[in-house]
């Protein structure tokens, strides 16, 4: 399957500060990546899919302009949180999917934000 | 809403084997069973995923009923290391998008 490489893997930031997020599909080509939420004790949750070349898709009450998708390569995509504020803090993890192998998804390690 | 339905939290003891259920009654034709898990602070891990027939690989073994109303993700040798959440998920392949239940938190005891 492929392999994810997702940086930084814990982030401490001030509130009002913007922070990027980095996910690397290391052997695979990713045309699609996802960008995924989870609060402590829950879940993960969809935050958007990451399309090449073009706009991210956002789920329903994810702000496009706070949280910011570029997919600007087969092989990397960034989540920037865009003047943060505590209630961001969170695990954030990303993923791709190994199209043709039908292994289901491979995700990053995941990044703690933690907005202080 | 997910579609399948996990118990919350199951024990084991290390050695033996873990048998984690999940039920998920409005499966349609087509769509697969996944299992991930995630350990503690970490991203999940794809374990196993089946359609109609029971599958293994070196990780688990997954038992799909006849009906495939239900399944078991077997891991037959518990070691403390899979102590993690479980998530069973149905979905038509990889590249759809994935709905995350709750999951069951697997404990390992010595």
């Known amino acids: 399957g492929a392999v994810v490489s997702q940086h930084p893997s814990w982030v401490i930031c001030k509130s009002g500060t913007s922070v990027k997020i980095e996910c690397r599909s290391l052997d695979f080509q990713a045309t699609t990546m996802f960008w995924y939420r989870q609060f402590p004790k829950q879940s993960l949750m969809l935050m958007a899919t990451s399309n090449e070349g073009s706009k991210a898709t956002y789920e329903q009450g994810v702000e496009k302009d706070k949280f910011l998708i570029n997919h600007a390569s087969l092989t990397l995509s960034t989540l920037t949180v865009t003047s943060a504020h505590p209630e961001d803090s969170s695990f954030y993890i990303c993923?791709?999917?190994?199209?043709?192998?039908?292994?289901?998804?491979?995700f990053g390690s995941g990044t703690r934000l933690t907005v202080v | 809403d997910a579609k399948t339905t996990q118990p919350p939290s199951m024990d084991c003891a290390e050695g033996r084997a873990a048998n984690l259920p999940c039920n998920h009654s409005?499966?349609?034709?087509?769509?697969?069973v996944y299992w991930y898990r995630q350990i503690h602070s970490q991203g999940p891990q794809y374990i196993i995923h089946g359609l109609k027939n029971n599958e293994t690989n070196e990780m688990a073994s997954l038992i799909i009923t006849e009906d495939r109303k239900s399944s078991t993700l077997i891991l037959p040798h518990a070691t403390l290391r899979d102590t993690a959440v479980y998530y069973c998920?149905?979905?038509?392949?990889?590249?759809?998008?994935?709905?995350w239940g709750a999951g069951t938190k697997l404990i390992i005891k010595p």
């Open positions: 998920i149905v979905s038509k392949n990889s590249n759809y998008q994935l709905i």
């Open positions: 993923s791709v999917t190994n199209q043709g192998e039908n292994y289901g998804y491979t």
């Open positions: 409005t499966i349609s034709g087509n769509e697969y």
